[in-house]
């Protein structure tokens, strides 16, 4: 018998920072729904449910990645040296994400 030596590749990748238990909770409910469909093609109530968990994972997506980059902000305005990190942390994220201009760095 083989006992395996490696480590799958999705399993090294790290999630990002902004993610939380409730992202995850609605990605793995909507991959399942993916897969019901891929079965039942002509389901249309299973292609609704479908419709409106995307929705919801958008705006939970958004709406993380906007209090994470509300939080940097807020914890580099007291230090410049936390500034610089914080700039180089936000350019990973994409542009015109979150809503609040007051706490955003990118135009909307």
Not at 25 to 30: A, D, F, G, N, P
Not at 72 to 98: D, F, Q, Y
């Amino acid at each position: 018998m083989a006992i395996p030596n490696q480590v799958h590749r999705a399993r090294k990748r790290a999630n990002p920072k902004w993610f939380n238990a409730n992202i995850k909770q609605l990605t793995k409910k909507k991959f399942t729904l993916h897969f019901r469909i891929r079965s039942a093609p002509r389901n249309s109530e299973l292609r609704l449910l479908y419709a409106t968990v995307c929705k919801q994972v958008k705006t939970a997506v958004r709406n993380a990645i906007c209090k994470f980059e509300a939080s940097i902000v807020r914890a580099s305005r007291s230090n410049a040296e936390t500034l610089s990190k914080a700039s180089s942390t936000l350019m990973h994220l994409p542009h015109g994400w979150c809503q609040d201009r007051e706490h955003s760095q990118y135009p909307v």
